[in-house]
């Protein structure tokens, strides 16, 4: 699989971007998002890619993060979910909040996108419900001194022991951890916060 392209970006609009590798231009696919961030035409850039062969071609898209490719092959499991669905709710959301949209079934604010109605909308809440508790903790705990896939490996453990998202949830906003931890000792903090509230 094509994971990423890094090269010099050629041109860039909020649907796509071209970006030249070794003589070779590759037309990417972009969320709307991205485009703000991207730099100056002329400028040396990493791209994370996805490669989705048609019949009659090959569609490459790409994203900041290899976090947000994931999002995005994950919304593409979901029946009815196409590319341009898929692209439009990064586009609108950020990993956060479309984590936090489908997991609580806020369907007013899921529907605010284009392409999503009622009836996607709750497809999207019914597939992956289950599947989007570790992607609520991607933003914010870059903030402090505990990176967001460590606390996505303490939200898994602390699942697995039976603890509910909410709790979690509610632990991870109460504790404000600035100093550096590793997954052990972050797992132990939240634990003893849980086990006092």
């Not at 490719?69 to 669905?85: D, E, H, T």
Request: charged share 20%; with cysteine.
């Amino acid at each position: 699989m094509l994971s990423y392209l890094q090269g010099t970006l050629r041109e860039c609009s909020p649907q796509h971007l071209i970006v030249e590798v070794m003589g070779l231009g590759f037309y990417v696919h972009i969320p709307a998002s991205f485009y703000f961030d991207l730099p100056p035409p002329g400028s040396p850039v990493t791209i994370h890619t996805f490669l989705q062969l048609r019949d009659d071609q090959a569609v490459l898209y790409g994203f900041r993060s290899g976090e947000e490719r994931k999002f995005f092959k994950m919304l593409l499991s979901v029946s009815g979910i196409g590319p341009r669905i898929a692209l439009a709710v990064l586009g609108h959301l950020s990993l956060a909040e479309a984590a936090a949209a489908i997991a609580q079934a806020d369907k007013p604010t899921l529907t605010t996108i284009p392409g999503i109605g009622p009836k996607i909308a709750r497809r999207l809440v019914y597939e992956l419900k289950e599947k989007i508790a570790g992607w609520q903790s991607k933003a914010g705990a870059g903030d402090e001194g505990v990176t967001a896939d460590q606390w996505q490996d303490v939200q898994q453990a602390l699942l697995a022991l039976g603890y509910s998202l909410p709790e979690i949830t509610r632990a991870k906003k109460n504790l404000h951890i600035e100093e550096p931890l590793n997954v052990d000792a972050l797992f132990k903090k939240v634990l003893l916060f849980l086990a006092k509230h």
